[in-house]
């Protein structure tokens, strides 16, 4: 399986500012690059998911943006709370070719203090 | 709307003995995945079925792990032999279809003594 990296590691950010968190693919035939946030002892919740056919997609204060040249996304997350510290995964794969098993980015720990 | 089930929540075994780790899919989802997550690592890709059929398990052990997923009941994982080395969570997701969204359970953390 090809590898998405994902940064950075660990996150703080002060209440109200924005999180960034980035990720990077060299798989061209990924086509579906979701979000999962995970709290601790819980399994991931999906966030939201991006296809390569739009730069951006929001839903409410999160936002994937998506460079399919630079073949790059990232996650805001504006007006961070305290109660979006969690970790945060990006992960990839090909559903065009039917090769649906997410690639994980190894996770960001998100720290939002007051 | 019940969401994806795992049971055990958690399983503790000594070296030698047998895991068995069990999911029960979302309501009227026929595929499920397996994923292994290590301590401070992403989640990992194991094998993916749908009902009686391995679809793809080009990330499973090749030794003592093995998967089924029967026409009733929940799938299984099962690890034989069990080592160190197989202390993970292990978390099962489930889909409607093979390029729908994959829902989560909330997994079984395995400890080898």
């Known amino acids: 399986q090809q590898q998405v990296k994902q940064s950075p590691q660990s996150l703080i950010v002060q209440k109200g500012g924005i999180s960034i968190i980035n990720c990077a693919y060299e798989?061209?035939?990924?086509?579906?690059f979701p979000w999962y946030q995970q709290f601790p002892g819980k399994g991931p919740a999906l966030l939201i998911a991006?296809?390569?056919?739009?730069s951006e997609k929001k839903e409410g204060r999160f936002t994937i943006s998506f460079n399919k040249s630079a073949k790059q996304f990232s996650l805001h997350i504006m007006d961070s709370q305290p109660g979006d510290s969690a970790t945060y995964f990006c992960a990839a794969s090909s559903m065009g070719s039917g090769n649906t098993p997410l690639v994980f980015g190894k996770g960001t720990r998100l720290s939002v203090i007051a | 709307n019940a969401g994806v089930m795992q049971n055990p929540r958690h399983l503790v075994r000594r070296r030698g003995q047998e895991a068995r780790l069990r999911c029960s899919p979302m309501?009227?989802?026929?595929?499920v995945y397996w994923y292994r997550q290590l301590p401070e690592e992403g989640l990992k890709f194991m094998v993916y079925?749908?009902?009686?059929?391995?679809?793809?398990e080009s990330g499973m052990p090749k030794e003592r792990f093995s998967a089924e997923f029967p026409k009733e009941g929940p799938s299984i994982l099962r690890i034989q032999q069990v080592v160190r080395g197989d202390s993970a969570a292990y978390f099962c997701?489930?889909?409607?279809?093979?390029?729908?969204?994959?829902?989560f359970g909330p997994g079984t953390r395995l400890t080898v003594l």
């Open positions: 309501k009227g989802h026929s595929h």
């Open positions: 991006i296809r390569p056919d739009v």
């Open positions: 079925l749908q009902k009686e059929n391995i679809i793809d």
């Open positions: 798989n061209t035939a990924f086509d579906y």
């Open positions: 997701a489930s889909s409607l279809g093979g390029t729908d969204t994959q829902y």
